[in-house]
């Protein structure tokens, strides 16, 4: 887990956003871990909100691999409570967390279609009390809505990815026309269809989703 924040504007479910809504304050107070998309062991977007000082000791003391939570993420779906992967936590993680007031957590997880797409995962803490089964289920049901949210669309062809990546470089329509020797009514329609498969409203938020979802 880096201490680095990775986040792409232009999503509804903004990941930043929610970290500093009600939502975030009230379902994970004491931190949180988010990783949505992973490919090959790479996350599309990744936030890591938990305290410095576990961080420091989970990275210096190799907690990864015998980390129960983080392991049960890489095989399962749905959500858990973590006091209910104390059996599988042999190397005593959840009671280290602990001392850095991560008393209570929750692991959570979706994957596209049957289990063999890309997978993200969360792991939200607090400090007072288990998580309600209630609170699992919003948990579980924003992930999932985030997880689509940043799915790559496959429709998109080569020349509205040419489009947008002149329009991220910040060219102009008369300028991204003459790039690509084509006249402004083809980049305003390669735009217009760049939109719609993005669901952004204007070519500049277009361009910026490709960008994050790593696509320009």
């Known amino acids: 887990m880096d201490a680095k924040v990775q986040i792409g504007r232009g999503s509804a479910l903004d990941i930043a956003e929610w970290t ?3 939502g975030a304050r009230r379902l994970a107070p004491a931190g949180h871990y988010i990783a949505v998309r992973i490919s090959f ?31 049960w993420a890489h095989q399962n779906q749905g959500y858990v ?20 007031g991560l008393n209570f957590g929750a692991a959570v997880c979706c994957v596209d279609g049957l289990g063999g797409g890309e ?6 803490f607090r400090s007072d009390r288990a998580y309600e089964t209630a609170e699992l289920e919003q948990l ?6 985030t997880h689509r949210a940043h799915a790559r669309p496959k429709n998109l062809t080569e020349a509205e990815l040419e489009t947008l990546g002149l329009v ?3 060219l102009l329509m008369k300028e991204i026309a003459s790039a690509l020797g084509v006249s ?21 938020q277009a361009a910026a989703r490709a960008t994050m979802l790593g696509m320009i």
């Open 20 to 22: 500093e809504s009600d």
């Open 41 to 71: 062991a790479f996350p599309l977007v990744e936030q890591n909100c938990l305290p410095e000082s576990w961080i420091r000791e989970y990275t210096a003391s190799g907690l990864l691999v015998h980390d129960p939570a983080m392991i």
């Open 81 to 100: 409570r973590t006091s209910d992967l104390a059996d599988d936590d042999s190397q005593g993680v959840l009671e280290l967390a602990k001392v850095h």
């Open 119 to 124: 997978r993200s995962f969360g792991f939200f």
């Open 140 to 145: 579980h049901a924003w992930l999932l809505a």
């Open 168 to 170: 991220k470089n910040g």
């Open 184 to 204: 402004e009514s083809a980049v305003k329609q390669r735009l217009r269809n760049a939109r719609l498969k993005l669901n952004a409203k204007t070519g500049s």
